[in-house]
């Protein structure tokens, strides 16, 4: 019927397309349940173009350079640039209605980056730490490992482990805070030649690393290929999913949280549609569904009752009141900070 019905009707009304619509979304790499894709597009008929990203950079020049994108996910730290040049459309909270389902804690930090929560709403979020493949790494180090960043930023340590592997995040305000921190201090609060000093300090770590990349380091921890890697959590828990003897560590002198955040762009096209897909994950079952495949904590308060208990029990997922307190939210680059910032990452990422 329907074969037969749709050319009459182009026939019949030019201007009208069947399945014209389309949305363009952008996430980060391994952040969704892809049966959440192929139900929405069941459920409203409306097609979604996928694409990913490994990296805030990637995702801020896909924004800035205007291409149409109709959801993208930058994480919260992003946010009060992206809202200060207009990046992003607010949104439309009747359009909205499973928004009652987030986390009013989680609203209320972000109403911190994003005033009144004009622009954005909580997807997937997570802490920041290392995954440990504790039979290779100890075999490496020679002996028990400390619970500390001085795996990775003390040199003699991470000359010990550079033969079975180490990986860092392409992330530099991950990677610039939690150095700082290591060193007693704040990234957002330090000066631009001290910056400029822990990325000398980087620079010299650099030999010790296989690679500064967020998406190859998932496979070769699933395969047993690194020992030591700065991961975001959910990456890490699917490679002990998979079976390798891999630990997920919040070191003792802690560590940073990041908030996922589902928003429109200003380039968007259909924003109409883009507010539908938002809902849509928005849904309590939805909402568990993703994180059961990812394994990142949701911003959805209602879709714990369709967590199994083992996945809310799984230790580091949902972290407990000890990691918490060791926990705090990647800080916001003042706009003077970030010149160094690139200028330092771009040296320590490329490693010359
Ligand atoms: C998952 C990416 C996590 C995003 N691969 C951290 N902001």
Redesign the pocket.
């Given at each position: 019927m329907f074969r037969v019905l749709a050319p009459l009707l182009l026939a019949l009304a030019p201007g009208l397309t069947v399945a014209a619509d389309s949305i363009r979304v952008y996430n980060?790499?391994?952040?969704i349940a892809p049966q959440v894709l192929e139900s929405f597009t069941r459920d409203t008929g409306i097609a979604v173009e996928y694409r990913t990203f490994s990296s805030a950079e990637e995702l801020a020049d896909a924004l800035a350079s205007g291409e149409p994108i109709d959801v993208a996910v930058p994480?919260h730290n992003d946010l009060p640039a992206l809202i200060a040049t207009g990046g992003l459309q607010p949104l439309d909270l009747r359009l909205l209605p499973n928004r009652k389902h987030l986390d009013k804690q989680l609203l209320s930090k972000l109403a911190a980056v994003d005033p009144q929560n004009r622009h954005a709403v909580p997807y997937l979020w997570g802490a920041v730490g290392l995954a440990i493949n504790v039979p290779q790494a100890e075999a490496a180090y020679g002996g028990p490992l400390p619970d500390s960043w001085s795996l990775l930023f003390d040199a003699a340590q991470s000359a010990r482990l550079a033969s079975c592997g180490i990986s860092v995040l392409d992330a530099p305000d991950e990677t610039l805070a939690l150095l700082l921190n290591y060193q007693g201090r704040s990234l957002a609060r330090s000066a631009p030649s001290r910056i400029e000093r822990a990325g000398n300090l980087l620079e010299n770590l650099r030999p010790h690393l296989r690679y500064v990349d967020?998406e190859r380091y998932?496979d070769d921890l699933n395969h047993g290929r690194l020992c030591l890697a700065m991961a975001?959590v959910?990456?890490a828990l699917a490679a002990a999913d998979a079976g390798q003897p891999v630990r997920f560590l919040v070191p003792e002198e802690g560590s940073v949280l990041?908030i996922?955040n589902l928003v429109i762009p200003s380039s968007a096209r259909r924003a109409d549609l883009a507010h539908r897909f938002i809902d849509y994950l928005m849904q309590p079952q939805v909402a568990a569904l993703i994180t059961a495949e990812t394994l990142?904590p949701n911003g959805n308060a209602d879709s714990a009752q369709f967590l199994d208990a083992a996945l809310l029990n799984q230790p580091g997922l949902y972290p407990d009141q000890d990691t918490k307190r060791r926990l705090h939210a990647v800080e916001v680059l003042p706009e003077k900070h970030a010149k160094v910032r690139d200028r330092v990452w771009q040296r320590f990422r490329a490693g010359s």
């Open positions: 980060w790499n391994d952040y994480s967020s998932i975001w959910g990456d990041f996922d990142y």
